[in-house]
Nanobody, 120 residues
Framework: QVQLVESGGGLVQAGGSLRLSCAASGSIANINAMGWFRQTPGQQPAQREMVANILSRGTTNYANSVTGRFTISRNNAKDTVYLQMNSLKPDDTAVYYC???????????WGQGTQVTVSS
């Protein structure tokens, strides 16, 4: 099992910045990817959009909509990931969920979600 705790969401004006954090605990040795999805009102969980992820060897991937504005990173222990969000837009408003993919169980584990609201 992997537990994920997110922090850093909030309300910001368009053009502003926020930094999200996600701390993993439990069986983290087998995690082969961590990252962020987001879900807007009315979307089902299966419709969440992948925002960014970082693989075990450090490769990063971004949604086209955030490329150049968001940066994902992690700490040396590889148990915390960060999402630096700059030049935020109202369209970025969503609940952001951290996830961790386990190579051992084949499951994705999810955090509780953190609300990001960008006002125009």
């Amino acid at each position: 099992q992997v537990q994920l705790v997110e922090s850093g969401g909030g309300l910001v004006q368009a053009g502003g910045s926020l930094r999200l954090s996600c701390a993993a605990s439990g069986s983290i040795a087998n995690i082969n990817a961590m990252g962020w999805f987001r879900q807007t009102p009315g979307q089902q969980p299966a419709q969440r959009e992948m925002v960014a992820n970082i693989l075990s060897r450090g490769t990063t991937n971004y949604a086209n909509s955030v490329t150049g504005r968001f940066t994902i990173s992690r700490n040396n222990a590889k148990d915390t990931v960060y999402l630096q969000m700059n030049s935020l837009k109202p369209d970025d408003t969503a609940v952001y969920y951290c996830y961790a993919a386990s190579a051992y169980t084949g499951r994705n584990y999810w955090g509780q979600g953190t609300q990001v609201t960008v006002s125009s």
